[in-house]
């Protein structure tokens, strides 16, 4: 095996997200009806409750808890608690969706050189945190020498656009 320093476990993707429930047929349903996530086979070999979902390119693997009343409930959306997120295509959108679906949501926003990001935070059945964005157009900038660069606009705008010349890019 070729050694990777970026890379040493030689990860391809996220395969999936198990999250512990109280109720399995609850959380399929908020995963189906809320995020679109499809039922997917699960091996039968595994001889404990639960279900799997796909969507979006990911698994969500349900597991019933063996203690299901010793869950944490949480109520406070924290946008700074475990979460896994969404891109959405109409932030719009989604907020209209879940204000019909009366899910309690918390909004916030990520700006950056001129760049906005918009969030809404939910949780799932169990409390769960449960984020969905428009985070597409906030560009990845890779850290050099581990440590962050300071860009200004024109800079990044130059980094994130492709290069129509034939010479190398090299990051500062």
């Known amino acids: 095996m070729k050694e990777n320093a970026g890379n040493p476990l030689h990860l391809t993707s996220l395969n999936h997200v198990s999250l512990l429930c109280r109720s399995i047929e609850e959380s399929m349903n908020f995963y189906q009806k809320v995020l679109g996530f499809s039922p997917i086979r699960r091996p039968e070999s ?41 891109q959405c295509e109409s932030m719009g959108a989604v907020e209209k969706k879940l204000e019909e ?31 969905i964005c428009n985070c597409d157009s906030l560009p990845i900038v890779p850290l050099v020498e581990g440590m962050a660069r300071s860009f200004s606009r024109v800079k990044l705008h130059q980094m994130v656009q492709p290069q129509t010349q034939t010479h190398q890019v090299v990051y500062p």
């Open 46 to 86: 595994l001889n404990f409750e639960g279900a799997w979902l796909f969507g979006h390119g990911i698994g969500i693997h349900l597991l019933r808890a063996l203690e299901p009343e010793k869950l944490p409930k949480k109520t406070e959306i924290n946008p700074k608690d475990n979460h896994i997120s969404f």
């Open 101 to 131: 679906m009366e899910i309690e949501y918390v909004r916030s926003k990520v700006e950056e050189v001129g760049i906005q990001v918009d969030q809404l935070f939910f949780h799932d059945p169990d409390g769960f945190m449960i984020e």
